[in-house]
DNA sequence: ATAAGTCGGTTGTTTTTACAACAGAAACGG
DNA sequence: CCGTTTCTGTTGTAAAAACAACCGACTTAT
């Protein structure tokens, strides 16, 4: 378990911890290992979940099927990365898509109470993982929010101004770089590039912005 | 202050404990009351957050302006309703939305740092409260993903296949009710209602699923 | 230097959606 | 029971988006 430690290191829920800090974490924690051959199930829909899971090693996919059997990925996981934490808390209801090792993976399971049930002070840690945890899926929270806000826009045009202006708003300048090509905006705002691209030069014509590559202006 | 327990009651945050115990941890959570007069702002855009607010009385419209000016509201909040928790941890930059008192209203701020770095033993209850909380925005996480994956379809069909095929899993049965009559779907969605209708309509006549009203059975 | 690949813009066609308007069925209140 | 309101489905039209195909500018590797 120790040889993983430098990726626990890596996570949000360890950052900020040391080395030793970890090792003496894990027993508190009762952090488990699970290897898991590529192409079987991590997860799958319907299991109920009370651990939070850290991919050590490998490559996941978070997919779906529709009732008629259609499939697709909805997440990639890449080591390092924390997932399943929304579905840990005890009335979360059963997990609604699957999770595949695409790779021979290896992830680790924190057990959700041990982690929010503050120990004795016997690891000084304990409580900067619980902050930890709390701003991740805080973080989470508010770019699954902010994205929701774009995606409910009826329109393509409705969907690139209310991003570009919350763009605008965090840079606090009308002047600003996003840190997408034209391909990765359109599959943010789950759009059509073309089509994407055809309104963003219709908005600049109608003198809305002005745009180089990925520099936007907004007059 | 105390004469709002009953609504601190109904939160989630204080969900399973009693009146004396929230009492004594109003102290410890060092909260604060604030009454705003209606029209008046409680957060504005660009403003930064520690605290987590619940509403004790009134009403509140969380909303948004674009760069241009147009207005929209995201949410409305009526008491004992919490907001702010996503923008309260540390590196949240600034708010991106307005929170506007539509009634004079009174609301509680607790300071996030207060609520997380559990104190001594001596309100036996803080613990829950940082349960809770963690419950809470993983709850609202559980549904900003799931709201998202459906509205991620390019089509109306796409996104009812992937909202029904959800419905059908968490009710473990492909014949099941939902909770919204067609323009609270097509509202949720974020799609026409007729347009929808139709939509529905077509797939019933190919033999995908029936339905009576808010009943649904997929085939 | 050239060939291959990436990126962004453009165009035309087809599909899908929004919108508006209406009609029948069900629910409701007096 | 009747009139009113709400809900749902239907239709036609206009608007918008998806899709496919192509072009030129630029980058990169050999």
Known sequence: MNQYIPILQ???????????????????????????????????????????MVLA??????????????????????????????????????????????????????????????????CRFHSMVVQNLFFAISEKNRKLVQKLGYMSERTTRGKLIAYLSDEAKRKNSSAFSIPFNRQQLADYLSVDRSAMSSELCRMRDEGLLRFDRNRFELL
Chains 1, 2 share one sequence.
């Open 10 to 52: 890596e996570t949000q829920l360890f950052e900020g911890c040391g080395k030793e800090d970890i090792e003496a974490m894990l027993g508190c924690l009762q952090a488990r290992l699970r290897t898991y051959k590529k192409g079987s199930f991590v997860l799958r829909q319907g299991e109920r979940l009370d651990k939070i």
């Open 57 to 122: 090693e490998g490559k996941l996919h978070i997919q779906r099927d529709d009732h008629w059997g259609n499939r697709s990925i909805i997440n990639i996981i890449t080591p390092a990365e924390m997932f399943g934490e929304a579905f840990a808390a005890p009335d979360s209801g059963a997990l609604l898509n699957d999770v595949l090792a695409v790779e021979d993976s290896v992830v680790f399971l924190f057990d959700l109470n041990r982690i929010i049930t503050v120990c004795s002070s016997a």
